[in-house]
């Protein structure tokens, strides 16, 4: 017969398809709301072993570090306690993490897409099959039950277990390994369906896509995507340093954008001496997307997530019949658009959020045809969680997408060791 102990220390493996009473997770509380480096505290707590018919339980080998939960810890634009409360999760804490690898431990008595013992990535996207709009054939990331599982759920990576809904795993790619397989699921299916999600304006061959933010999780991504479809990336980041980065990764070349000083929300637009300056500044960020192109061409996609200080911008420059597709406001909410520039030449502001089933399987099987480099810059053991998080707070984070080896004993592992 197979023993079970109580509880395996981090690095340890179970016997497949058995589950210990408790495990390891690195833990948000109320009290602890807050800069992430203090958030996170590891805590032991029994596994969520009540599994629903279309759920299974994953042993999380390796785990992604995305922003949502630098913005979990810091208890804004939303607590998500209250949020886990009000689902009827009487835990009281936040286990976050919305990029996993790992291996099925058990799965509902519904499930067919996976087995015990499958090497799975998660993808985030979670709600309610049961959703009338769901039923009734409507996107489920559209759908009112909508979720960013690890976030807006609780049971996410970064813990031994993840309890997830069976339609989020996706087989891992072989070649990777567990941290590599944890990197690029969630920036990668979000940048995917914002690049092919929104028809007509999806991308194509020879489109110019403007990437804010190339070094990063998303930027990276987006390079790499638009790059696959035959599109041309010019990217935007802070420093010369990340140039190459992104230029490796098939970027035609790059601004830095700490030359120029008119973002944020523009003036007024009676006020015209201080709105001239701001479209100065705004027509000379265009043309600094030309000469990186070697001609007038403006973007037919904007991929923006920095919000306030970008969006007057990203609108000014983009293509006419172009998108901005936006999908965060990492410097703000408050963004102005000049409609003038939106209705006049019928450019299109469309927000996205993650991902459906098939935008992440259409991402991850451009992963494991081998197509996208993860990106993966820094590993992180367990107990470096909440400093992965703080260093992200702070954008003082590494180009590419951070991991966090959960079971995986070392680096540089493809399956069990
Ligand atoms: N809705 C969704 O489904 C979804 C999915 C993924 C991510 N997100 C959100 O998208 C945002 C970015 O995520 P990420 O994983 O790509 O983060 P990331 O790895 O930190 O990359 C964000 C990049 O934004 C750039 N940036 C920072 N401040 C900026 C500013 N003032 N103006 C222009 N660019 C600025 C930085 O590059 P430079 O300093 O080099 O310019 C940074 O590398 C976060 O808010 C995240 O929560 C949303």
Redesign the pocket.
Known sequence: MVSVKDVYEIGEIPPLGTIPRQMYAQVIRRERFGEPAKAFQPEKVNVPTNLKPDEALVFVMAAGI???N??ASLGVPVDVIKVHEREGDPSGFHIGGSDASGIVYAVGDEVTNVRIGDRVVVH?GWWDREDPYIKAGGDPMIAPSAR?WGYETNWGSFAQFAKVQAHQCLPKAPQLTWEAAAAPT??GS??Y?MLHGWPPNTVKDGDVVLV?????????MAIQIAREAGAVPVA????ES?FEFCQNLGAKGCIN?KKFDH?GMPPHWDDTEAFGRWAEGARAFGKAIWDVLGERRNPAIVLE???E??IPTSIFVCDNGGMVVI?????GFSAVVDLRYLWMRQKRFQG????NDDNAAAFNQLVVDGKIDPCLSRVFAFEEISVAHQL?HE?K?P???MVALVSAPREGLTDLP
């Open positions: 995305n922003y949502n630098v913005w985030c960013i969630l920036v979000t940048a369906r804010w933010g190339g070094s990063g999780g998303l930027g990276s935007v980041v802070s420093s990340k954008r973002w997530h920095p919000g200080d970008t999908c965060a406001g990492t410097t996205s959020h993650f991902a992200m954008n984070h180009e590419g997408n």
